[in-house]
T-cell receptor, first 110, second 117 residues
Framework: DAKTTQPPSMDCAEGRAANLPCNHS???????VYWYRQIHSQGPQYIIH???NNETNEMASLIITEDRKSSTLILPHATLRDTAVYYC???????????FGKGTHLIIQP | EPEVTQTPSHQVTQMGQEVILRCVPI?????FYWYRQILGQKVEFLVS????????KSEIFDDQFSVERPDGSNFTLKIRSTKLEDSAMYFC???????????????FGPGTRLLVL
């Protein structure tokens, strides 16, 4: 799976949109971009994934650049409960174990 | 999507003892994973298990570890002779559609916190 790069930490004010970037310049054509988050020591939680089109669900939106070398996860109205470590993972077809990096520690400020 | 449940939530054991961690599927899932997370470190893949066989394992998953589905429902991770460095959170995860591109979302359980003294 392709390596991803994320900033180690970010702050966002409560109620504002949180935009979390991820670089995956070596992503291959069959790899999807997945986002998970981990709140404190809980199990990682799936957020959203996409291949090349932008995606939106009840939790977030995912914007993938046309060249697929980077993406942005958007939490439209961040709340304090969104404080967590967010992981961007490039995953190809198959059922391989996920390779987690250090992720981005998002801190929502009141 | 329902996740899996895990038991126990916490386990304290003495070094050298055997521990068994359990993953309980909500429904008849077939494809499972085990991960561990040492305090303050990254989540690390250990092993994947499909249809009662190991599918993939990492370098961490050595002879000290084993997985099985003893009764056709619960999915267990056994650590034969625990060491201090086995202290970690252990997460079980499942996927519904292994091998289908874009449908390999993994759903994680709440974890078992293992402390080896």
């Amino acid at each position: 799976d392709a390596k991803t790069t994320q900033p180690p930490s970010m702050d966002c004010a409560e109620g504002r949109a949180a935009n979390l970037p991820c670089n995956h310049s070596t992503i291959s054509g069959n790899e999807y971009v997945y986002w998970y988050r981990q709140i404190h020591s809980q199990g990682p939680q799936y957020i959203i994934h996409g291949l090349k089109n932008n995606e939106t669900n009840e939790m977030a939106s995912l914007i993938i650049t046309e060249d697929r070398k980077s993406s942005t996860l958007i939490l439209p109205h961040a709340t304090l409960r969104d404080t967590a470590v967010y992981y961007c993972i490039a995953q190809g077809g198959g059922a391989d174990g996920l390779t987690f990096g250090k992720g981005t520690h998002l801190i929502i400020q009141p | 999507e329902p996740e899996v449940t895990q038991t126990p939530s916490h386990q304290v054991t003495q070094m050298g003892q055997e521990v068994i961690l359990r993953c309980v599927p909500i429904s008849n899932h077939l494809y499972f994973y085990w991960y561990r997370q040492i305090l303050g470190q990254k989540v690390e893949f250990l092993v994947s298990f499909y249809n009662n066989e190991i599918s993939e394992k990492s370098e961490i998953f050595d002879d000290q570890f084993s997985v099985e589905r003893p009764d056709g429902s619960n999915f267990t991770l056994k650590i034969r002779s625990t060491k201090l460095e086995d202290s970690a959170m252990y997460f079980c995860a499942r996927t519904d559609h292994p091998g289908l591109a874009g449908q390999e979302t993994q759903y994680f359980g709440p974890g078992t916190r293992l402390l080896v003294l």
